[in-house]
């Protein structure tokens, strides 16, 4: 069984890895931006990932990074992406299942504290608890 912490660190190396994938020209404090993480930690990120053999550096004269290099996934970091992958998708369905049945729950029991209110399935939860006056409560198109 994985900790918290580990699947924590394992869903920043899948979004570092796929941001990099996707544009190796982007700067520490760019993905830092993006993932919400801070520079520092994403340097921390970074360097585990390189150690790994998973990312290098590449010099890049062309690069909008101040330094002049790219961050470029190896073939070892592409397969172990696409296993992060794997595991990021199959964790995620899970808080997703997880997620609906706590929301399910809510809606019955809101139901029965306030039999008046009606259950319409086909809007959202914020949109049936809203009052019939509120803007939520007005279907959107």
């Given amino acids: 069984m994985t900790t918290r912490r580990s699947q ?8 570092v890895l796929r941001m ?7 700067t520490q404090r760019e993905i830092a931006s993006q993932l919400g993480v801070s520079t520092s930690g994403l340097n921390y990120c970074l360097n585990a990932l390189i150690d790994k053999g998973w990312v290098k550096m590449q010099n890049f004269s062309q690069s ?5 290099y ?13 296993a992060l992958t794997g595991r990021f998708l199959h964790r995620k369905m899970h808080e997703f299942e997880a997620l609906k049945a706590e929301i399910e729950t809510l809606q019955t ?13 086909s809007l959202s ?6 009052p019939p006056n509120h803007p939520f409560a007005t279907p959107c198109a």
Avoid: C, W
Wanted: proline letters at 8%; hydrophobic letters at 35%; aromatic letters at 6%.
């Fill in 8 to 15: 924590l660190q394992e869903d920043t190396n899948y979004r």
């Fill in 20 to 26: 990099l994938q996707d544009n190796p020209d982007l």
């Fill in 64 to 68: 909008k990074n101040k330094f002049g």
């Fill in 70 to 82: 790219i961050y470029v996934l190896t073939p070892s970091g592409i397969a172990q992406k696409a």
């Fill in 109 to 121: 029991e809101v139901g029965e504290q306030h039999s008046g209110v009606a259950q319409i399935p």
């Fill in 125 to 130: 939860p914020v949109r049936q608890l809203a």
